[in-house]
């Protein structure tokens, strides 16, 4: 694979209180590595540069993002939309940039998924069966400004659609059973 796109930099938002999950859905374990973990090695091979925006149980997430990775503090994670821990993200990037998206609370994507999804160039919505799923690729500009006040399926809502083989990309994990569901039959393969 070629080395990461200076073009292309990964977000992973991971600043929700995960109440449903009953604990941090960034710190849950596959393999022996967090999930925030696994994200970022995910991104690693295709991405300039990986932001992580925190909120909720950021100490401890702090302690799992790997050297190298920028972290981003929302201070109002627990009254603001995740479009807006988006927003502060974008917001540190170069306005010519483009940038995949994805929530911590879904499973990793293989870098195949994220190599293909760049060579369509953004926006790009992946989709299974026509169903809208992650990870997202993004211009900074304009989507940062129009983020300010759509959230990000309504700002994406025109964009190219394509198709991919990877059906956990509509895969959310939002409780400890869904969670069990999944992680019980998988093993980490990046």
């Known amino acids: 694979m070629s080395p990461p796109d200076a073009g292309i930099y990964g977000i992973i938002l991971a600043a929700g209180g995960s109440t449903r999950m009953g604990e941090s859905k960034a710190l849950l374990r596959l393999g022996g590595m967090s999930l925030i973990q696994l994200h970022v090695e995910a991104m690693r091979p295709i991405c300039n540069e990986i932001a992580v925006v925190i909120g909720a149980d950021d100490q ?7 050297q190298g990775v920028v972290t981003i503090f929302n201070r109002h994670w627990d009254t603001t939309e995740p479009r807006h821990s988006l927003v502060l993200a974008l917001s540190s990037l170069p306005t010519a940039a483009r940038a995949f998206v994805i929530p911590v609370d879904m499973p990793p994507p ?14 790009i919505v992946p989709t299974v069966e026509g169903q809208a799923g992650h990870p997202v690729l993004i211009p900074v500009t304009p989507t940062r400004d129009e983020l300010r006040h759509n959230p990000l399926n309504v700002v994406l809502a025109g964009a190219p659609r394509h198709e991919i083989n990877w059906t956990d990309s509509i895969t959310n994990f939002n409780t400890p059973e869904e969670w069990a569901e999944w992680s019980s ?3 980490w393969s990046g």
């Open 60 to 66: 401890n997430i702090r302690k799992e993002i790997p």
């Open 185 to 187: 039959s998988r093993t």
């Open 110 to 123: 293989p870098t195949a998924i994220y190599a293909e999804l760049r060579n369509k160039g953004a926006p």
